[in-house]
């Protein structure tokens, strides 16, 4: 059974800092795509951003500049440090990866419960 695991979300003042982890546990053979999304109250769940495995990125419009996702494929994690938080960025973080596990000859999609953040003004 594969599970994704995030932590890191907090309470943070609007202009700071937070570094979000997400682990990878379980029989994995390899991970394809992983991906920051966030959902704030009423509505919909938006893509943050994307790391391949081989290191390319891609982000949202919100997030370029102040975020960075980065990924530690030893550790099979995901991280996303952001920074000049604003109150806007308040959210849950949900991380996603594309997993091959076990025995499986193909990718599936993993999501982790989400890490609350929340940025005051």
């Known amino acids: 059974q594969v599970q994704l695991v995030e932590s890191g979300g907090g309470l943070v003042q609007a202009g700071g800092s937070l570094r979000l982890s997400c682990a990878a546990s379980?029989?994995?053979?390899?991970?394809?795509?992983m991906r920051w999304y966030r959902q704030a109250p009423g509505k919909q769940r938006e893509l943050v951003a994307v790391?391949?495995?081989?290191?390319?990125?891609i982000y949202a419009d919100s997030a370029k500049g102040r975020f960075t996702i980065s990924r530690d494929n030893a550790k099979n994690t995901v991280y996303l440090q952001m920074n000049s938080l604003k109150p806007e960025d308040t959210a849950v973080y949900y991380c996603?990866?594309?997993?091959?596990?076990?025995?499986?000859?193909?990718?599936?999609?993993?999501w982790g419960q989400g890490t609350q953040v929340a940025v005051s003004s």
């Open positions: 379980g029989s994995i053979f390899s991970i394809n795509g």
């Open positions: 996603n990866a594309e997993i091959r596990s076990g025995s499986r000859d193909y990718f599936a999609n993993y």
């Open positions: 790391i391949s495995s081989t290191g390319s990125t």
